[in-house]
């Protein structure tokens, strides 16, 4: 029951002979044995744009690696993808890799199903490679000493205002805001009420879906870091904790500016784009869709700063599966490396808004012409200095579960802010009770 | 004697085996499963005996899920069945375009609920949502019905009663075409009112079709969580989590096997004693031909 951790430190010495020896044997057994089939899971619900892209991605490297088949298998929404993943690898028929939230490492490796890349990845310019991501989109996936993702379609959460809004009240459209304060009364001054009725919105946070994700940005700004201790631990209701969500429920009761209960993931942007809400926090995810659609100017802002500026990092890396044979681990690990490279983070992060992961890939001209046109672009990519890795601990969907519900409640208006705060600690830590070292 | 048992056996066996595989080895092993811890790696279930029996009574989320779904029962089996006996003596009647009320209301029926639910999800979206819209006419404000705990349980029962009430009134308006018309020749010579035709003669009739549906509809609302998975995920602050609904969560979501399986017996146990008094108690009233 204890320690599940130690488990599988024991396991990778076995793998790293046998994909050692793949590697030096590779060149001839794949001209051998012909392709190598690669299969990943990929969070995507419906076809659309995402899917074309990945489709391309992989036609090119499978046209420049031709010993290598790469098949994407689009398996619905991220809590899918990591279903279908777990089900298919205990039933023997798993991918060789998935991209998943990053946030769900604990539980693939509670359930020992994932390899740690930095035992294959051994060679110095795979060590290179390793090294080369964004720290804050590395923390998530390095667990015990170990990595266990590789960052891809990795996101931030960021504030959205109009200009135009801004314009008419008074303020400087070019400046969002930038601390606590000046969220409050910017946002409460572009709050339009005629009587009882507003119709339009000084600022809407989602407080569905991704309840604690949200949150979580408003405890960093408060200095609090939501868990620690390898995963192991909580600190949910602090006073800087408690903080983070007076500040949240300041907006809806004190300053009036956030409509009150709970406010819908998928309709802020459209809220937003109709005018009828001035500013919103979204994920970067989100930023091609405003830019295509916004009929207005709109500008980009780091989050507010309460005692520190602070935005988690969230979005998904991708995983090796333990089914996976040496020969489709190195063909994974070139896939990767392929995909991962400078040219084409900075290619996807293009083409849908997602945070290219890697500093060098910034630095590429394609990359810079793009910021240079469209500088909204490049607020991620500044926050990241601010980033904290997003909440996650072992049996993380049923934590971050129990923190959602209590937030939710607190919302509603059902409990007290430190009561919901402490409900969800308790809840919490009766969770971690068996990872806890004996 | 021996040739026709062993016959009647063979013509058993493909039922018995799809039963046997696919409903009475889970039914059992889910039983077993409930006494033993989840298994996670390389750690195998240990027995714990009536452990997660015990944890399950202190889990307050069970609790709400229950009080859930006894309300969403309590409210979706009475409207969806009285609805649908309305509606169909409503297109029992001869009246012009009645192929298009049928249809009408038989349409929620065959569309796949996860369609029911998007459309519905639309309807109920704050500010531009059909309801929403509906109600600014009349000087409405902005309602955030899913978001809401007063209202995101009502709001699934109204989509649940929707789609339930069509495919309930086919069962209804059959009943009451095979309904002999010299019985109502019968009434009308006897000077009987319509009230008391119908009361006396039409709903007695009817109580064979109202028990089989009476037993689809509780089934149902324990079953019926389609709409919760797309349109809520049983939340604000699990106000939408109905049992099935947690099942699955603990299950696929949590990779709880104890939970899961523990909640699984209990709500197995509940749908057997809903049967039992169905079967035992208004069956014996219900007149059969």
Same mark, same amino acid.
């Given at each position: 029951?204890?320690?599940?951790?130690?488990?599988?430190?024991?396991?990778?010495?076995?793998?790293?002979?046998?994909?050692?020896?793949?590697?030096?044997?590779?060149?001839?057994?794949?001209?051998?044995?012909?392709?190598? #089939?690669?299969?990943?899971?990929?969070?995507?619900?419906?076809?659309?744009?995402?899917?074309?892209?990945?489709?391309?991605?992989?036609?090119?490297?499978?046209?420049? /690696? +031709?010993?290598? !088949?790469?098949?994407?298998?689009?398996?619905?929404?991220?809590?899918?993808?990591?279903?279908?993943?777990?089900?298919? +690898?205990?039933?023997?028929?798993?991918?060789?890799?998935?991209?998943?939230?990053?946030?769900?490492?604990? +539980?693939?490796?509670?359930?020992?199903?994932?390899?740690?890349?930095?035992?294959?990845?051994?060679? *110095?310019?795979?060590?290179?490679?390793?090294?080369?991501?964004?720290?804050?989109?590395?923390? /998530?996936?390095?667990?015990?000493?170990?990595?266990?993702?590789?960052?891809?379609?990795?996101?931030?959460?960021?504030?959205?205002? %109009?200009?135009?809004?801004?314009? !008419?009240?008074?303020? *400087?459209? !070019?400046?969002?805001?930038?601390?606590?304060?000046? %969220?409050?009364?910017?946002?409460?001054?572009? #709050?339009? $009420?005629?009587?009882?009725?507003?119709?339009?919105?000084?600022?809407?946070?989602?407080?569905?879906?991704?309840?604690?994700?949200?949150?979580?940005?408003?405890?960093?700004?408060?200095?609090?870091?939501?868990?620690?201790?390898?995963?192991?631990?909580?600190?949910?209701?602090?006073?800087?904790?408690?903080?983070?969500?007076?500040?949240?429920? *300041?907006?809806? %009761?004190?300053?009036?500016?956030? &409509? +009150?209960?709970?406010?819908?993931?998928? #309709?802020?942007?459209?809220?937003?784009?109709?005018?009828?809400?001035?500013?919103?926090?979204?994920?970067?995810?989100?930023?091609?869709?405003?830019?295509?659609?916004?009929?207005?100017?709109?500008?980009?802002?780091?989050?507010?700063?309460?005692? $520190?500026?602070?935005?988690?990092?969230?979005?998904?890396?991708?995983?090796?599966?333990?089914?996976?044979?040496?020969?489709?681990?190195?063909?994974?690990?070139?896939?990767?490396?392929?995909?991962?490279?400078?040219?084409?983070?900075?290619?996807?992060?293009?083409?849908?808004?997602?945070?290219?992961?890697?500093?060098?890939?910034?630095?590429?001209?394609?990359?810079?012409?793009?910021?240079?046109?469209?500088?909204?672009?490049?607020?991620?990519? *500044?926050?990241?200095?601010?980033?904290? &890795?997003?909440?996650?601990?072992?049996? /993380?969907?049923?934590?971050?579960?129990?923190?959602?519900?209590?937030?939710?409640?607190?919302?509603?208006? $059902?409990?007290?802010?430190?009561?919901?705060?402490?409900?969800?600690?308790?809840?919490?830590? $009766?969770?971690?009770?068996?990872?806890?070292?004996? | 004697?021996?040739?026709?048992?062993?016959?009647?056996?063979?013509?058993?066996?493909?039922?018995?085996?799809?039963?046997?595989?696919?409903?009475?080895?889970?039914?059992?092993?889910?039983?077993?499963?409930?006494?033993?811890?989840?298994?996670?790696?390389?750690?195998?279930?240990?027995?714990?005996?009536?452990? @997660?029996?015990?944890?399950?009574?202190?889990?307050?989320?069970?609790?709400?899920?229950?009080?859930?779904?006894?309300?969403?029962?309590?409210?979706?089996?009475?409207?969806?069945?009285?609805?649908?006996?309305?509606?169909?003596?409503?297109?029992?009647?001869? =009246?012009?375009?009645?192929?298009?009320?049928? =249809?009408?209301?038989?349409?929620?029926?065959?569309?796949?609920?996860?369609?029911?639910?998007?459309?519905?999800?639309?309807?109920?979206?704050?500010?531009?949502?059909?309801?929403?819209?509906?109600?600014?006419?009349?000087?409405?404000?902005?309602? @955030?019905?899913?978001?809401?705990?007063?209202?995101?349980?009502?709001?699934?029962?109204?989509?649940?009663?929707?789609?339930?009430?069509?495919?309930?009134?086919?069962?209804?308006?059959?009943?009451?075409?095979?309904?002999?018309?010299?019985?109502?020749?019968?009434?009308?010579?006897?000077?009987?009112?319509?009230? @008391?035709?119908?009361?006396?003669?039409?709903?007695?009739?009817? =109580?064979?079709?109202?028990?089989?549906?009476?037993?689809?509809?509780?089934?149902?609302?324990?079953?019926?969580?389609?709409?919760?998975?797309?349109?809520?995920?049983?939340?604000?602050?699990?106000?939408?989590?109905?049992?099935?609904?947690?099942?699955?969560?603990?299950?696929?979501?949590?990779?709880?096997?104890?939970?899961?399986?523990?909640?699984?017996?209990?709500?197995?146990?509940?749908?057997?004693?809903?049967?039992?008094?169905?079967?035992?108690?208004?069956?014996?009233?219900?007149?059969?031909?």
């Amino acid at each position: 029951m204890r320690n599940i951790a130690t488990t599988h430190r024991t396991l990778p010495r076995r793998t790293l002979i046998g994909a050692t020896a793949a590697t030096l044997a590779a060149p001839s057994i794949l001209g051998a044995q012909g392709k190598t #089939t690669v299969e990943f899971y990929f969070p995507v619900a419906v076809g659309g744009p995402i899917t074309k892209i990945i489709d391309g991605y992989c036609t090119e490297f499978m046209a420049a /690696n +031709t010993d290598i !088949e790469v098949k994407p298998i689009y398996a619905g929404s991220y809590v899918d993808t990591l279903t279908k993943a777990i089900t298919a +690898t205990k039933a023997g028929q798993g991918p060789q890799m998935a991209l998943v939230l990053a946030v769900d490492a604990y +539980t693939l490796i509670d359930d020992e199903l994932i390899l740690p890349f930095d035992t294959l990845a051994t060679s *110095d310019a795979d060590k290179a490679w390793l090294k080369s991501f964004y720290p804050a989109f590395m923390a /998530n996936g390095t667990i015990d000493g170990h990595v266990w993702g590789i960052p891809f379609q990795r996101s931030t959460i960021v504030a959205y205002w %109009n200009k135009e809004i801004f314009k !008419e009240i008074g303020l *400087d459209p !070019e400046k969002g805001p930038a601390s606590w304060a000046e %969220n409050a009364e910017w946002t409460a001054k572009a #709050t339009k $009420r005629e009587g009882d009725k507003v119709s339009r919105w000084g600022i809407q946070i989602p407080g569905d879906g991704f309840t604690y994700w949200l949150y979580q940005a408003m405890a960093a700004q408060a200095g609090v870091e939501l868990a620690g201790d390898n995963g192991r631990r909580t600190d949910f209701n602090s006073a800087g904790a408690v903080e983070g969500l007076q500040f949240w429920l *300041d907006l809806m %009761n004190k300053h009036r500016s956030h &409509p +009150t209960g709970i406010s819908a993931w998928g #309709t802020g942007p459209r809220d937003f784009l109709e005018g009828t809400t001035a500013v919103i926090w979204h994920t970067t995810g989100n930023l091609t869709n405003i830019k295509n659609n916004a009929k207005f100017p709109f500008g980009v802002a780091m989050l507010p700063a309460g005692k $520190r500026r602070g935005s988690p990092a969230g979005g998904g890396n991708f995983h090796l599966f333990k089914g996976a044979t040496p020969a489709q681990q190195q063909a994974s690990l070139r896939f990767l490396r392929w995909l991962t490279s400078p040219e084409k983070a900075a290619a996807w992060g293009m083409a849908t808004g997602y945070v290219a992961t890697r500093p060098d890939a910034w630095e590429t001209p394609t990359m810079k012409d793009y910021v240079a046109g469209f500088p909204q672009a490049a607020v991620a990519r *500044d926050q990241l200095a601010f980033a904290v &890795p997003e909440l996650s601990t072992h049996d /993380n969907q049923r934590v971050a579960k129990a923190l959602t519900d209590e937030l939710q409640a607190a919302l509603l208006g $059902r409990k007290p802010p430190k009561q919901a705060l402490d409900d969800a600690q308790a809840a919490a830590t $009766r969770l971690l009770k068996p990872y806890q070292k004996a | 004697m021996r040739r026709e048992s062993l016959q009647a056996w063979l013509l058993l066996l493909p039922a018995l085996v799809l039963l046997v595989a696919f409903t009475h080895w889970p039914a059992a092993t889910t039983i077993i499963d409930s006494f033993y811890t989840t298994p996670k790696g390389s750690r195998p279930p240990r027995f714990v005996g009536i452990e @997660n029996y015990a944890d399950l009574m202190s889990d307050p989320v069970f609790w709400t899920a229950l009080t859930n779904n006894a309300i969403y029962a309590v409210w979706t089996i009475p409207v969806s069945v009285i609805l649908a006996l309305v509606m169909a003596l409503a297109v029992n009647t001869a =009246m012009p375009g009645r192929a298009l009320v049928r =249809m009408a209301y038989f349409t929620p029926t065959m569309l796949p609920m996860i369609a029911v639910a998007n459309i519905w999800l639309f309807f109920y979206t704050p500010d531009y949502g059909l309801f929403d819209h509906i109600l600014s006419w009349f000087g409405g404000g902005r309602h @955030n019905w899913l978001g809401d705990r007063a209202t995101a349980l009502p709001a699934m029962i109204a989509v649940a009663v929707w789609k339930e009430a069509g495919f309930f009134m086919i069962f209804y308006l059959a009943a009451l075409q095979a309904m002999p018309p010299d019985l109502k020749e019968c009434a009308a010579l006897e000077g009987s009112s319509r009230w @008391n035709f119908f009361r006396r003669v039409t709903i007695p009739l009817l =109580m064979p079709t109202t028990l089989f549906v009476l037993v689809n509809a509780v089934i149902n609302a324990f079953r019926l969580v389609d709409h919760v998975v797309v349109m809520t995920r049983g939340g604000p602050d699990n106000a939408t989590t109905l049992l099935l609904y947690y099942i699955y969560e603990a299950g696929f979501r949590f990779w709880d096997q104890a939970l899961a399986a523990t909640l699984t017996v209990v709500l197995l146990g509940l749908l057997g004693l809903l049967a039992w008094l169905q079967f035992g108690v208004l069956g014996k009233r219900v007149h059969y031909r």
